[in-house]
Nanobody, 127 residues
Framework: QVQLVESGGGSVQAGGSLRLSCATS????????MGWFRQAPGKERQFVAV???????HYADSVKGRFTISTDNAKNTVYLQMNSLTPEDTAVYYC?????????????????????WGQGTQVTVSS
């Protein structure tokens, strides 16, 4: 059974930074595309960032240049470094794993493409 556990959320003032972590277990981490999504109150869950099977990264326009996704295969962990945070970044952040390997430069950005999900971690940015 694959498990994903997020950590690192919290409260921060606008302009601040946070680093989220997502530790995985029970699967072959290096063969997954790993993504981050977020869901603000009253809104649908939306794509934030992904690192695909080839190690390429892709970001939502709203976070490009501010957020960075990275992985540590030795620790089976994916990170999301978030800088220059704004109140609009307030949401529950989820990590997810897509086990269906695809060649080339393909980025899974849709919820239905992911097979495993974490429980989420709250990020609150105050102005």
């Amino acid at each position: 059974q694959v498990q994903l556990v997020e950590s690192g959320g919290g409260s921060v003032q606008a302009g601040g930074s946070l680093r989220l972590s997502c530790a995985t277990s029970g699967g072959t981490f290096s063969r997954y595309a790993m993504g981050w999504f977020r869901q603000a109150p009253g809104k649908e869950r939306q794509f934030v960032a992904v690192k695909n099977w080839s190690g390429h990264t892709h970001y939502a326009d709203s976070v490009k240049g501010r957020f960075t996704i990275s992985t540590d295969n030795a620790k089976n962990t994916v990170y999301l470094q978030m800088n220059s945070l704004t109140p609009e970044d307030t949401a529950v952040y989820y990590c997810a794993a897509d086990r269906d390997w695809r060649s080339g430069i393909y980025y899974p950005t849709e919820i239905y493409e992911y097979d495993y999900w974490g429980q989420g971690t709250q990020v609150t940015v105050s102005s």
